[in-house]
């Protein structure tokens, strides 16, 4: 695609229940990025995950979220048995996976989740 | 100690005035670095990057990179109030090109 594509814009789920967010990086791009952010707070770097190596999950905040990326593309981010600080906006970046001194991360428009 | 950091603000400048921006990194094997803008409810953009010590200039926009010093700026001259944002710095450091993002600073500019 043109960009990076993240699913749902908006999720609003109930206390307990679990959610999965999907992330479509940039074709070609082998770095995919998942970040959290509360409102008015940066950037929190939850996982990270090139090619086929082994993820950087050193910023998952629980055992409640884990993180898969299947074929080198699209990642799905699992959060089990939602609680209320989970509500936040979890933005999902690609860049190229190649030592290159101007290469970029691109964001995606993020998917703002509402735990009630 | 956190890859890198910035001072979360707010900075607050009047309209035409120069914002300066600052971030610290901890890692000398840093070895590219960026400003992104992110406007309020939106997803972070890039404004500029920088790999060499020294200025660079685009448009209202300057970049300062002093690797010695393990620092990076961004000056934003004649600031206007569109410029309100929160300003990320991210340097990356590796062979896969990893990137690791501060916490942003959050501009004001005052018409």
């Known amino acids: 695609g043109a960009g990076v594509s993240q699913s749902p814009s908006n999720k609003v789920t109930e206390k307990g229940k679990d959610v999965e967010l999907r992330c479509d990086p940039i074709?070609?791009?082998?770095?995919l990025y998942w970040y959290r952010q509360s409102l008015g707070q940066g950037l929190e770097f939850l996982i990270y995950f090139q090619g086929n190596s082994a993820p950087d999950k050193s910023g998952l905040p629980s055992d409640r979220f884990s993180a898969e990326r299947t074929g080198g593309s699209v990642s799905t981010l699992t959060i089990q048995r939602t609680q209320q600080e989970d509500s936040a906006v979890y933005l999902c970046?690609?860049?190229?996976?190649?030592?290159?001194?101007?290469?970029?991360?691109?964001f995606g428009q993020g998917t703002r989740l509402t735990v009630v | 100690q956190k890859e890198v950091e910035q001072n979360s603000g707010p900075l607050s400048v009047p309209e035409g005035a120069i914002a300066s921006l600052n971030c610290t990194y901890s890692?000398?094997?840093?070895?590219?670095f960026f400003w992104y803008r992110q406007y309020s409810g939106k997803s972070p953009e890039l404004i500029m990057f920088?790999?060499?010590?020294g200025d660079k200039e685009d448009g209202r926009f300057t970049a300062q990179l002093n690797k010695a010093s393990q620092y990076v700026s961004l000056l934003i001259r004649d600031s206007q109030p569109s410029d309100s944002a929160t300003y990320l710095c991210a340097v990356n450091k590796d062979n896969f090109n990893k990137f690791y993002f501060g916490s942003g600073t959050k501009l004001n500019v005052k018409p």
């Open positions: 920088i790999y060499s010590n």
């Open positions: 970046a690609s860049s190229r996976g190649q030592q290159l001194m101007n290469t970029e991360a691109f």
């Open positions: 074709s070609g791009h082998t770095a």
């Open positions: 890692d000398r094997g840093s070895q590219s």
